[in-house]
């Protein structure tokens, strides 16, 4: 072992006092008001407004801030949330309805519309609204919205502590932004970071971002409030500097000890303060099923169990809560339920669980205590479920609860790989899942895949793409493996030199809402026209490299969501397709040959011959006018 990483081993010790003094240190005064802030979670440096109006973003209340306020405030301390996430979207939504708030802002604020500020040359198949001098703008950089409001917050607040949440690395470079903006303000400010991300790149983090003090590992929801009051002297107990990471004269130090809520705390329900939970689902995303609400849906989300039984090597859950999973009681779940109906008007709600049927008992009698209250909520699971776990008897409770989705982790059709990323289910259990769920065709069912596991062939990846058609869920997920840090797979391709240790790619290594990103990449695409092959039509025994991932993603798309609905005669199922198509369509692009076409192929079996002849010729038209397009029909022969 070389030096570096004996170095770094040896930091991470018992040896608390050094942390206590170098802490010591940095808060110089009583700890009373703490903000809790959750950045705003866009890839792209703007807000796309064709985006934005058509609620693509996500946009989720902050669950974990929300206990964590609750624990603090049950201390005596005096804690605000600040959603920035949301409060970004508010605000741009508001500049769609009214531009001249937008003049008004940009004056008050003194911001200047010029060309380097982005607003102007972003491109649009349809005009946004109008700013100064009539000129069209369709795009709004975060900073110009993000800095103002966090200013005015910490000027109006005058917090003495700052916890910025960071859940995806997608969030980085926003949450150091935010770091830096609260130490300009007032260097006094104590600040740190915690969620998932600032757990596994912790020493990364502080290295990177002088302005961030120390990092809170782990479940913070009860670590956080022991470490305020010892810091305030209302207790001496060393160890509540558990799960702390902090830089001593630039060398990392982690303390030993972890904290797991459990029991009856895991019971408490999160208190959000003033923010307005019914109004999210207005400006974004919740869950993967807007298309399948009902019409006035008011959304949110609920958790009833935190960590995972399985162990996947890609997935950094493990590392965070730890081994097992730990669940509240189904009372305690049912309650915040009906408190979100009464309170604010929720009718849908998704689980943020990463294994929602861990423990059948519990979890069918969940769903039978929402029943017999009749609560009248619907739900879905986009986060994923372990197909081993889905028995007939809990299906059969989650469709009578007001289960409308699931997502399913699957992840490869390779038995292989399956045993290699440590999946909990294996293809048996996937291939019964078409049976299980035809009865429930009010359920839509998607799946999770993934592609360009490390050493992972051409003919493994159609073994993935099979299976899947086999299958025959409604929809497909398909998404490039980028390992998250500190996990199995991130170490092992550090191993085979394909990442960096230290590597942190915000726009690459995320599992969160790639929108924006894809757009400006497709429109890239479009502009140079590269040429597209379709791989699987070459020798399959060989591992693709990265330059043809994106064909491979795109290829695979193609054949387990679009070539497969040519046999499929249900129409019921059809119905749920056509629905759903639409509804991308309508939100990402009305041009899209691929969608036309396919959604003219579902309308023609449901003898809906008009419509469809009108999406053949958009269809037609588009690709008449796009190479991009062209290449890609006559490789995959798409008539």
């Not at 009373?32 to 996500?58: A, G, H, M, V, W």
Request: charged share 30%; glycine share 4%.
């Amino acid at each position: 072992m070389d030096k570096q990483k004996l170095d770094s081993l040896n930091s991470i010790n018992k040896n608390w006092s050094e942390v206590d003094e170098e802490l010591k240190k940095v808060i110089k005064k009583k700890i009373k008001k703490i903000l809790l802030i959750n950045p705003p979670q866009f890839q792209t440096s703007f807000i796309d407004l064709e985006i934005l109006k058509n609620k693509r973003y996500f946009n989720y209340p902050p669950y974990g801030l929300g206990l964590l306020r609750k624990s603090l405030v049950e201390k005596g301390y005096e804690v605000k949330i600040l959603d920035l996430n949301f409060e970004l979207l508010s605000l741009a939504n508001n500049f769609i309805k009214n531009p001249e708030n937008l003049n008004s802002y940009m004056k008050s604020y003194e911001i200047k519309a010029s060309d380097n500020k982005n607003y102007l040359n972003y491109e649009y198949d349809e005009k946004s609204f109008k700013l100064l001098d009539n000129q069209t703008i369709q795009a709004i950089p975060i900073e110009d919205l993000m800095l103002p409001k966090l200013n005015e917050v910490i000027k109006n607040f005058q917090p003495n502590m700052v916890g910025i949440t960071c859940m995806f690395t997608m969030t980085h470079k926003r949450m150091l932004r935010i770091a830096q903006k609260i130490k300009q303000y007032s260097n006094d400010i104590v600040v740190f970071a915690g969620g998932v991300h600032p757990t596994s790149s912790a020493e990364l983090i502080l290295k990177e971002e002088k302005s961030i003090n120390f990092i809170s590992l782990y479940e913070g929801d009860q670590s956080i409030p022991q470490l305020i009051d010892y810091l305030n002297k209302k207790n001496t107990d060393v160890k509540s500097l558990r799960q702390i990471g902090i830089l001593i004269n630039n060398k990392y130090y982690q303390t030993d000890g972890r904290i797991h809520p459990e029991g009856t705390y895991l019971n408490v329900k999160p208190e959000y303060g003033n923010l307005k939970i019914d109004e999210y689902s207005n400006f974004g995303e919740i869950g993967a099923y807007r298309f399948w609400w009902k019409k006035n849906t008011i959304a949110s989300t609920i958790l009833s169990n935190r960590g995972c039984r399985a162990r996947c090597s890609f997935c950094s859950v493990r590392n965070f809560n730890g081994k097992g999973v730990r669940g509240r009681s189904s009372e305690s779940v049912v309650d915040e339920l009906a408190y979100l109906k009464e309170y604010h008007g929720v009718n849908h709600v998704m689980w943020l669980d990463d294994d929602l049927l861990y423990d059948r008992e519990r979890t069918i009698g969940m769903f039978n205590e929402m029943i017999k209250r009749n609560l009248n909520i619907t739900w879905d699971a986009s986060n994923g479920i372990i197909a081993s776990a889905l028995k007939d008897e809990v299906l059969d409770a989650a469709a009578e609860s007001g289960c409308i989705g699931m997502h399913f982790g699957i992840e490869s059709g390779s038995d292989k790989i399956l045993r290699e990323v440590h999946k909990p289910s294996g293809k048996k259990h996937y291939l019964a899942l078409e049976h299980k769920l035809k009865k429930y065709p009010q359920i839509f069912t998607k799946g999770f895949l993934m592609v360009g596991f490390p050493n992972e062939t051409l003919s493994q990846i159609k073994e993935t793409v099979d299976m899947a058609v086999q299958i025959n869920l409604d929809w497909y997920t398909i998404q490039v493996v980028h390992p998250l840090p500190k996990t199995e797979m991130h170490a092992q391709m550090v191993q085979l030199g394909e990442i960096t240790e230290d590597q942190v790619d915000s726009e690459k290594l995320n599992y969160g809402n790639r929108t924006g990103k894809m757009k400006e990449r497709e429109n890239l695409e479009r502009k140079n026209a590269k040429e597209f092959k379709n791989v699987f039509s070459e020798n399959l025994d060989r591992i693709p490299n990265k330059s043809e991932m994106e064909d491979i993603w795109f290829t695979a798309d193609f054949k387990v969501n679009y070539e497969r609905l040519n046999s499929i005669n249900d129409q019921k199922k059809l119905e749920k397709l056509n629905i759903f198509l639409k509804y991308v369509g309508e939100r990402i692009s009305q041009k899209n040959p691929l969608i036309n076409q396919f959604r003219s192929i579902i309308l023609e079996k449901l003898n809906n011959n008009k419509e469809a002849d009108q999406l053949k010729k958009l269809s037609q038209i588009s690709l008449a006018n796009s190479e991009y397009w062209k290449k890609r029909f006559i490789s995959l022969n798409i008539n």
